[in-house]
Each structure stands twice: as structure tokens, then as C-alpha cells.
């Protein structure tokens, strides 16, 4: 892997040259990870004109969580405990001879700006930009493996879940008992806080989980991901609980899924963004639910849970191969419920059979 972070790290070295910039000063956490194999806290990438230094403010731990290093960046640790790793990498850049740093200002505070300036006031400080954002959309092969993993492991324990006792437990019992179960299975830990929703609550988006119990006849939504070894999934379902399901939820439920199909089968490489969220809303909106649509139908995953791109009515751009993106579509109707279904898929050519679906539980309306 060393060879791979080097080679993303020379991508961006390259693209700050053409630019006119000499080096490049990388904060945000997960392009850090990106570039480097590992994220310490803190830490903070220089893409100097004569070497790539990591600056930490502590050792690196070597925990699964942290990343895996790539073993031939030098690293180093700050001398004293509370200094910033961003002015020691604005520093050496300046020892190094560089006349410009590109910097990473929507994640930089003013603080740390100003910090940065008085630190190497000959250094031109401009913006990278999305520069590594954009550089991370497309996902290599080990990339998506490691997501396909994460999707197993998420479909595991949400298949589990499925085969206990449900009535009765809370809202908030279920999520942390997902939450287990993900790392019993080898996740490092969940994606994001998982949402589960019972009766009136079901359908809506990031529900926080609450003390309400599940009872007969409730819809019950879950969405839930894992994180392995950084990269994240996420998935999404909605069952009936303990009895056949009522007409409305029948009506709902087969709605809903139709707009997530329709979505599904619009990622495809050169759809436009705006495309593939049109799909999946206008199949609800032409059933008169377009004002409680949620802003976008989909986004990106990968080292964050909701990267580039946005599936989204006004979104630029368009899709590429492997780039692996979450179609969640849902409708909640104030109190009563409702219905969420969201799988996390990547980009594949037609002649490669499509988009991949990567977390499989059944999308069956099941009644448990």
C-alpha cells in the first residue's frame, strides 16, 4: 500500500506544480488518511518541495482505527505537548525553500490561518480547495473492497437483529445493540449514530432513537453502517412489526421502493447527479409527496460517510466507474410513520453488469 499512498500524493503534488505552488498544507482528517494510510489525531500532511512529512502531536498508536501508515513517510512528533502540528508543517515548508503553501481553507480556522502566516511570513498562502476531495471520489479496488466488507459486516448484524424479539424493546436498546454487533463482527466501530425508528417516529431521517417502545403493528426503520478500516457504508430498512401489514403501509412501502429502484438503476457512468436524484423523486413526487422530500436522494461514501458526490436537485456533475454512493429515498407522514430504504452501491459500466450493490438484506417488506 505504501506504493498507493505515494503515487496520491504525488497526483496532488503534481496538481499543486501545474498551479504554481510549491507545497501543500493537508488538515482535513480524513484527506490526511487518504494521503498518509493513517489519521492520527491531529495530524496534519506536508506535500513539501523536497520531502511528505507527517506532523502528529503525539506518537502514532498503531490501533486499526488510526490506519494503517504508510511506512515510508517520515513522521514527527511535536517536541512539546499543545504546539500545532499545522505551524511546524507551515515552518518546515519554509525551511524547505518553498515560496507558496496551499492550504486547505474550508477546513483551516481563522485562528489557525493567522497562525500560519505569522509563523512563515514568506510563504504565499493560497487555497487547495477540494483538491483531495475530488481526488477521493473515485475509489480504487481496495477501496471498494474494504467497503464491501463493511456493508457484510452491516447486513450481519441488522440480519441478527432481525431474528430476536422485538416487541417491547426501545428504540435506543436496538441502536446500541447494533451498534455491538457491528464490532463483534470486525467493524471498527459504527459509521455514524445509528437511527432506529419505531411507529410514528419510522421514515425519518437520522431519527435519534428514543425510549419509545416497539409495539404491534408499528413500522420499525433502521439505518445503520459500519466503518472498516475507515471506510464507511450505510444501509437502510423498514419492516412491519408482528402482524400483516395494513393497506397504507403496503401502498407506502411499494412506493418507496419503486423510487429507490428507479434511483439504483439511473447510476450509471456519465448519469448527472441531478439525474439520478430526479429519478428516485419524481416517482414520489408524482404521488403527491414531493414537499416532505428530504434536499438530496443520495451521496458519496468512503472514508467519510457523506463525501462527494451529492445526488442532489441542483447537483454539478456527473457520475464516474467506482464511485460508490448511497439511493435512500424516503417518505414520512406526521404521525403515523413511514418508509425509508437505503443501499449503499458503486458505479459500474453496463457491460459490467451495472451498478453494485453492496449491502444485500432483503428489501422484501417483511413482517416480524
Not at 520531502?51 to 498508536?61: M, N, Q, R, W
Not at 464490532?183 to 459509521?191: F, L, Q, T
Not at 438530496?296 to 458526490?309: A, C, F, K, N
Request: aromatic residues 4%.
Amino acid at each position: 500500500m505504501s506504493d498507493v499512498y505515494a503515487a496520491r500524493r504525488g497526483l496532488l503534488r503534481d496538481r499543486c506544480a501545474a498551479a504554481g505552488t510549491a507545497a501543500a498544507l493537508i488538515t482535513r482528517p480524513a484527506n490526511v488518511r487518504y494521503l498518509a494510510g493513517a489519521g492520527p489525531a491531529d495530524a496534519v500532511l506536508l506535500i513539501g518541495p523536497a520531502e511528505d512529512v507527517l506532523f502528529c502531536a503525539g506518537a502514532p498508536t498503531g490501533e486499526p482505527e488510526e490506519g494503517r501508515l504508510d511506512e515510508h513517510l517520515r513522521v514527527s512528533v511535536l517536541p512539546t505537548r499543545g504546539g500545532d502540528p499545522a505551524v511546524a508543517g507551515a515552518d518546515l515548508a519554509a525551511a524547505q525553500r518553498a515560496d507558496s503553501l496551499a492550504v486547505e481553507e474550508h477546513h483551516l480556522t481563522v485562528a489557525r490561518h493567522r497562525a500560519l502566516r505569522s509563523v512563515a511570513p514568506g510563504l504565499r498562502l493560497g487555497d487547495l480547495g477540494t483538491a483531495v476531495e475530488q481526488q477521493r471520489l473515485v475509489k480504487d479496488e481496495e477501496e471498494i473492497a474494504c467497503l464491501r466488507i463493511a456493508a457484510e459486516i452491516a447486513d450481519q448484524a441488522l440480519g441478527e437483529l432481525l431474528e430476536s424479539i422485538l416487541v417491547g424493546r426501545t428504540e435506543r436498546h436496538l441502536a446500541l445493540e447494533l451498534e455491538r454487533r457491528l464490532v463483534d463482527h470486525g467493524a471498527d466501530g459504527p459509521a455514524f449514530p445509528t437511527s432506529v425508528g419505531t411507529g410514528p417516529h419510522s421514515g425519518r431521517s437520522r431519527h435519534r432513537p428514543s425510549d419509545r417502545r416497539v409495539e404491534e403493528g408499528d413500522f420499525l426503520s433502521v439505518c445503520l453502517g459500519a466503518s472498516y478500516r475507515g471506510y464507511r457504508c450505510e444501509i437502510g430498512r423498514t419492516f412491519v412489526i408482528g402482524t400483516t401489514p395494513a393497506d397504507w403501509q403496503i401502498e407506502l412501502y411499494d412506493l418507496v421502493f419503486a423510487a429507490q429502484r428507479a434511483g439504483r438503476e439511473a447510476l450509471l457512468p456519465g448519469a448527472a447527479y441531478r439525474d439520478v436524484d430526479h429519478a428516485a423523486r419524481s416517482v414520489l413526487g408524482s404521488a403527491g409527496h414531493g414537499e416532505a422530500l428530504s434536499p438530496s436522494t443520495g451521496h458519496g461514501v468512503g472514508l467519510e460517510i457523506d463525501e462527494d458526490p451529492q445526488l442532489a436537485p441542483t447537483a454539478m456533475g456527473k457520475l464516474d466507474a467506482c464511485v460508490p454512493v448511497t439511493v435512500e429515498p424516503g417518505v414520512h407522514l406526521p404521525g403515523r410513520g413511514g418508509v425509508r430504504i437505503d443501499d449503499t452501491l458503486v458505479v459500474r459500466p453496463e457491460a459490467d453488469g451495472g451498478p453494485e450493490l453492496l449491502t444485500i438484506t432483503t428489501k422484501e417488506l417483511l413482517a416480524l
